[in-house]
């Protein structure tokens, strides 16, 4: 599966952004889809993922209350929206997939991945 990010772009603190997965090749209702990001200078750390069907989600604390993680399947597409913007919340977005029998927050067990899209968040 063939995955692209989109959506990124320059917001406000505590505005909103919406970035979105798009899958080509297979379809994405076999694979859990997680977001992870990238700050400059920083680790890649696990934002929020979603199972197959949609049924469930998993959020890192920052995310919480925050960011919410949709997909429609018949659309071979993920989106995270995200609200209440914060300045430490600009990096690099990816979306990643994988054949897998749960939700989790370990990059190495995505297979796939998508070239992400920047997000920039001004104070």
């Known amino acids: 599966v063939q995955l692209q990010a989109s959506g990124g772009g320059l917001e406000q603190a505590g505005g909103s952004l919406r970035v979105s997965c798009a899958a080509s090749g297979r379809t994405i209702s076999n694979y859990v889809v997680g977001w992870f990001r990238q700050a400059p200078g920083a680790e890649r750390e696990f934002v929020a993922a979603i199972s197959r069907s949609g049924s469930g989600t998993y959020y890192a604390d920052f995310a919480k209350g925050r960011f919410l993680m949709s997909r429609d399947n018949a659309k071979n597409t993920v989106t995270l929206q995200m609200n209440s913007l914060k300045p430490e919340d600009t990096a690099v977005y990816h979306c990643?997939?994988?054949?897998?029998?749960?939700?989790?927050?370990?990059?190495?067990?995505?297979?796939?991945w998508g070239q992400g899209t920047l997000v920039t968040v001004s104070s």
């Open positions: 990643a997939a994988g054949i897998l029998p749960t939700i989790t927050v370990v990059p190495t067990e995505y297979a796939y």
